[in-house]
């Protein structure tokens, strides 16, 4: 009996150790959970994130924000918002004044983000004080159209016509500021040429007229207006990046007759000023996974538009030259918006 009482003794010991320790298991699981999912983070995201882009539905911007928001596996949606306006700056301003929790983002252009700052003389945000770089999307030309009665078939015969016609021609875009803009100020400071800068609330009132003939040239960016240059309901003369792009092989570049002509936009995703580092990061993985699959890449590439994605600090370093590099053309052409 006194053995048996032993045996039992031990085995009503080992047992309270057990769910003793059973218990403590129980009472760590959740913070080890929790110390596994987020180390030192908050969780991210927890809720919708919104999207800003800052033109009208239709342009590159907004397809590039589509494709993000229809591949993304964040866990929460990504809902598209065009807040277009000011050359970008009412889209990109609302943005910067956004709380810093990742959950609101701008689609970036190099206008909002490197040009505007030189054409506004008060700007609603700093370009790079109030916003986080997240990463480069993608890049394009811009492709130098007129309008088919518009008696030029090449570059050079453009230029000629101008100087024969000196601010007769108009040249439309989407607003002060953008790309489009500045790309035809670029090319009227490299060449010599005048012609008339005709802004627009969106590109969706200016192709109408470039069609028409009310305007007779634009600078707009390839994935907008090659499909219709394909058309033939508007004619493209030129590109203008350095390179021929593989979406329009046979289309040559403005620096195959302007030698040093190059505007290339591009595209980037910024948070607030602020966002904590580890949700930059979460941000700019999911970034590079969904504009790397093959399919992306491909939809991408028929409309003119060059996958390239960066860090943030690839980022912030290219912004500094483009800022740089906008100035000086903005300087020199006396382009303002105000």
Known sequence: ??????????????AATTAGLGSLLIALTPSLANAQASPGA???????????????????????????????????????????????????????????????????????HAINGSLYSKMPYDMVRDFAPVGHIASAPNLLVVTNSLPVKNVAEFIAYLKANPDKVSFGSPGIGTSVHVSGELFR?????????????????????????????????????????????????????????????DVPTVAETVPGFEATTWFALFAPAGTPREIVARLNGEMQRVFRLPEVVEKMKTLGLETWVST????????????????????????RAD
């Open 189 to 249: 400071s490299m060449t010599g040429t005048k012609m008339q800068h005709v802004p627009y609330k969106g590109r969706q009132f200016a192709i109408p007229d470039l069609v028409g003939g009310q305007i007779q040239a634009m600078f707009d960016n390839m994935p907008s207006a090659l499909p219709m240059a394909k058309e033939g309901k508007i004619r493209a003369l030129a590109q203008t990046t350095a390179q021929r792009s593989q979406a329009a092989p």
């Open 42 to 112: 908050t969780a991210f995201p927890t809720k919708a994130i919104r999207l800003v882009v800052t033109f009208p539905p239709g342009g590159a911007p907004d397809i590039l924000a589509r494709l993000f928001s229809e591949k993304s596996a964040l866990g929460q949606s990504i809902v598209v918002d065009n807040k277009p306006g000011a050359g970008g700056n009412i889209g990109a301003d609302f943005v910067a004044k956004s709380p810093a929790d990742g959950h609101t983002l701008v689609l970036a252009t190099v206008g909002t």
């Open 312 to 335: 943030p600090e690839e980022l912030a370093r290219h912004q500094a030259a483009e800022i740089a590099k906008w100035s000086k053309v903005v300087q020199e052409s006396g382009a």
């Open 1 to 14: 009996m006194t053995a048996f009482r032993a045996t039992r003794r031990r085995f009503l010991c080992k």
